[in-house]
């Protein structure tokens, strides 16, 4: 039986850090990112990791090798993203497109895929040998905007890590890069999907016209030191199943009923996670959705779109009422705050960014959940088939680590396909969480004793 993956150690083997630029030369242009694109929030590496098995219909070919040739033809399609992002008055974001590359690493692993364990997700053991933070290229300006680091596993496997600038893309954005590398690396001479910048269609209005109140941007003085302590921080990855998701809906009413497992999943981690971190019973907490918008335009936005089209809608209440009230309270917020957005909400969020200085999303006494289970990641294929697990390489990115989290789709060592998700807690919380979380999964009695999988660091 392999070990568990938490406390598995190998060596990796680094190639010099060099530059992969496009293929063909590429226009040398200025070209301005949206004003959702450029907000403070965004402003971060997003890491994602992929898993792929020993295929032995490739014999012979060498991942990095193929991956390596195939990002320089992409770039030639994708040139902004071998740009370098510079800063324009009012703190407007401006790629000059220079041709310059994106940052590649070779490597090798003395691992086997098997090593990793049967679950393979979030946390990663030596995930930072794994997508290696080339010391100078992580900053937001000025540097490159993507960093791919190609390892090489013992069995004939490998893992493919991505950092992505996350002004560029959104997960969409970035899926479609991604697929669009693996198409060419299987023999494709351009893109099934061309990419479309357009990145004017989610521009402020002229003039600015604010029309939602957006609290998901309200200035919020963290007068208790509430925000998460980084040191002291635990990894835990939680599964949901449809044992797990059924008993969850045990809780939701009638006229509940047609929520969606996001939804109630978000609703189920914000209290308990807000029960866990005991904020103030008085002071104010928010849930913060991603919601993709790209279907809420008329027209909606063009096939190809591959900047940043999402919202982040928000619910507010007080910790007393959140953690009081059943389940169902929960639930109504997160779904009326995500019914919230349509094309008039991102016309006024864009308004309200530039009107405000381009904040970033309030963070104290937040959580924000962002469903990655349809993004694509698990599709993506070099020639080697599908990841054995595809997606974010970590919970709680951003700016404030911890208050973000992801669910991403998984299937368990039993073969039952669910999701997962990574969370990043202080300890004693952490402890608190569990404890709120398998008392309500274990709220009905016919449910039995839960097969909840929790892996940590």
């Known amino acids: 039986m392999a070990p568990p993956a938490t406390s598995l150690v190998f060596t990796v083997r680094r190639c010099k850090p060099e530059l992969v630029a496009p293929a063909k030369p590429t226009p040398h242009e200025f070209k301005q990112l949206s004003d959702i694109d450029d907000q403070e929030g965004l402003r971060f590496q997003i890491p994602v990791i992929q898993f792929y098995k020993y295929d032995p219909s490739m014999q012979g070919r060498d991942p990095a090798r193929v991956i390596r040739e195939a990002l320089a033809k992409t770039l030639v399609f994708y040139y902004p993203l071998a740009g370098r992002l510079r800063e324009g008055p009012g703190r407007k974001l401006v790629i000059e497109c ?25 946390p990663f053991p030596c995930l930072e040998e794994l997508l290696f933070d080339v010391p100078g290229s992580g900053e937001v300006l000025n540097c490159p905007l993507v960093l791919v680091q190609v390892t090489r596993l013992k069995c004939g496997g490998f893992i493919f890590a991505l950092r992505l600038n996350h002004t560029m893309c959104d997960a969409a954005g970035l899926v479609q890069f991604m697929a669009a590398v693996g198409e060419i690396a299987c023999g494709a001479s351009s893109p099934s999907i061309l990419p479309v910048w357009q990145r004017r269609l989610l521009d402020a209005r002229d003039p600015p016209s604010v029309t939602f109140a957006h609290r998901e941007y309200d200035e919020v003085a963290d007068t208790k030191g ?8 635990l990894h835990k990855s939680f599964f949901f199943g449809p044992s797990e998701v059924s008993a969850l809906r045990k809780f939701v009413p009638h006229h509940l009923g ?32 991603i919601v993709d918008a790209r279907s809420k335009f008329n027209p909606p936005l063009p096939t190809g779109y591959y900047g940043n089209g999402f919202a982040f809608p928000v619910a507010v209440t007080t910790t007393e009422k959140l953690c009081k009230n059943p389940l169902s309270y929960a639930l109504e917020l997160v779904k009326k705050a995500k019914n919230e957005v349509n094309e008039e909400y991102m016309r006024s969020v864009a308004d309200m960014l530039v009107t405000r200085g381009r904040p970033h999303f309030t963070v104290v006494r937040a959580y924000l959940v962002s469903d990655l289970t349809r993004a694509g990641f698990k599709d993506v294929d070099f020639g080697w088939g599908k990841p054995v697990y595809g997606g974010a390489a970590k919970g709680g990115v951003g700016a404030i680590p911890g208050v ?11 073969g039952e396909d669910g999701i997962v ?37």
Do not use: H, Y
């Open 226 to 233: 509430t925000l998460i302590p980084l040191d002291d921080m």
């Open 258 to 289: 047609k929520c969606s497992t996001f939804e109630l999943l978000t609703a189920c981690l914000w209290r308990c996670r807000t029960i866990a971190i005991k904020p103030d019973p008085n002071e104010e907490v928010r849930i913060i959705c």
């Open 98 to 122: 220079t041709g310059e590359g994106i940052v590649f690493i070779e490597a090798d692993a003395d691992v086997t895929l098997k090593q990793f364990g049967d679950a393979l997700q979030p």
């Open 404 to 414: 973000a989290s992801f669910l991403i789709p998984f299937k368990n060592n039993m």
């Open 421 to 457: 998700v990574p969370i990043c807690l202080p300890a004693p919380a952490m402890e608190i969480f569990v404890k709120e979380l398998d008392g309500l999964l274990k709220g009905q009695p016919e449910i039995g004793n839960s097969k909840f999988i929790v892996s940590s660091l």
